[in-house]
């Protein structure tokens, strides 16, 4: 059984090598102050100690589906009572044959597969004020009845080192942690602006098109869940075409 994992010296010696590796090089990229990460909700919510973290195994395995949709459902479950700037960090075990050969295109597909088998495997309602169409502007992705913003990093970027880890990575924050951020709204304003501008520093390309605000007529939220290395993107999202797929194999 897989379970969420809170950080702490005396827990990472519980760690396999791979798991200690993958979050003590999480942590570096958190807290790197000469190249500060661009999140900076995110930074906050690593320095206050409030995301927690998840090891699963290779993404191709469907056992390891099962294994993310049990730390998703844990999650959902409790992840209020973690602080209000909390994600789920998710690190896949990546073995080295994929990382020598898998494209951004690749992990790209790999994470749509992700994502549709997690819905695949969801016992609970669809929220009823989110539509089910990943075409129209306020649908989020949503899991065991709650919503969420999801992120993937992989080892195939390389130009956009905001989308760069060493392994296969989600980071998932629920809803209401946004809402939560987005209610003193000159504040949101000025910490959007600060990492956009991080962003420019940070990444060899420029900040790409697709990102946008939740809500907005010309956005579309599964567009900044996978961006890839350059500014291009697939033009139609794959999520439902995928999860028909999966249906039909059961």
Not at 55 to 78: K, N
Not at 87 to 96: D, K
Not at 150 to 157: I, Q, S
Not at 201 to 220: C, K, Q, R
Request: some cysteine; glycine content about 2%.
């Amino acid at each position: 059984m897989r379970e969420l994992y809170l950080d702490s010296h005396l827990n990472r010696e519980l760690l396999d090598d791979w798991e200690r590796t993958a979050l003590e090089n999480f942590s570096a990229k958190m807290s790197d102050k000469n190249q500060p990460f661009p999140c900076i909700p995110a930074t906050i919510g690593f320095s206050k100690n409030q995301l927690r973290y998840g090891f699963i195994g290779d993404p191709r395995h469907t056992e390891t589906l099962y294994e993310l949709a049990e730390l998703m459902s844990q999650f959902s479950s409790e992840s209020r009572n973690f602080g209000s700037f909390t994600s789920l960090i998710i690190f896949y075990q990546t073995p080295r044959d994929i990382k020598d050969a898998y494209t951004v295109e690749d992990y790209e597909q790999l994470f749509w597969k992700q994502l549709s088998g997690l819905t695949a495997l969801d016992s609970a309602e669809w929220p009823a004020d989110i539509p089910k169409d990943p075409h129209n502007p306020i649908w989020e992705f949503c899991f065991n009845g709650e919503k969420y913003f999801m992120y993937c990093a992989t080892p195939a970027h390389v130009n956009r080192q905001s989308r760069h880890f060493d392994v296969m990575m989600l980071a998932i924050t629920p809803r209401w942690v946004l809402q939560e951020f987005n209610k003193k709204e000159s504040f949101a304003k000025s910490i959007k602006a600060s990492v956009r501008k991080r962003l420019a520093n940070y990444d060899t390309v420029p900040i790409h098109p697709d990102l946008n605000s939740y809500g907005a007529e010309d956005n579309f939220e599964w567009r900044q869940y996978f961006l890839r290395d350059d500014d291009t993107s697939i033009a139609k999202c794959p999520y439902h075409r995928m999860l028909e797929l999966l249906k039909l194999k059961k």
